[in-house]
């Protein structure tokens, strides 16, 4: 399976923005699409991820309220919808699949998302 993120982009603080996730290639149902993000001198945080059978998601009490993931299987690809940012959203933004307990098989290339005050 191989995985890209697109819609980065530069912004301002409580604007809002959506990162898509294409996925090509065999996915298995139990598995699960997760975003990842780093930030300037930060560890790699989880976003959230959304299970690519049943579609249920999940996200991060960090960004719980104002960050969602939904997921296409139509057309193999999981949005990051990101509401009000702020300043700290400030990372690069990566998708990446696999078992939902980890580690995740496949990462795509990330995004660059930049929210100024």
């Known amino acids: 399976v191989q995985l890209q993120a697109s819609g980065g982009g530069l912004v301002q603080a409580g604007d809002s923005l959506r990162l898509s996730c294409a996925v090509a290639?065999?996915?298995?149902?139990?598995?699960?699409v997760g975003w990842f993000r780093r930030g300037p001198g930060k560890e790699r945080e989880f976003v959230g991820r959304?299970?690519?059978?049943?579609?249920?998601?999940y996200v991060a009490d960090s960004v719980k309220g104002r960050f969602s993931i939904s997921r296409d299987k139509g057309k193999k690809t999981v949005h990051l919808q990101m509401d009000s940012l702020k300043p700290e959203d400030t990372a690069v933004y990566y998708c990446?699949?696999?078992?939902?307990?980890?580690?995740?098989?496949?990462w795509g290339q990330g995004a660059l998302v930049t929210v100024s005050s």
């Open positions: 990446a699949a696999g078992a939902s307990s980890g580690p995740y098989a496949a």
């Open positions: 290639g065999r996915i298995l149902s139990s598995w699960a």
């Open positions: 959304v299970m690519w059978g049943a579609g249920n998601a």
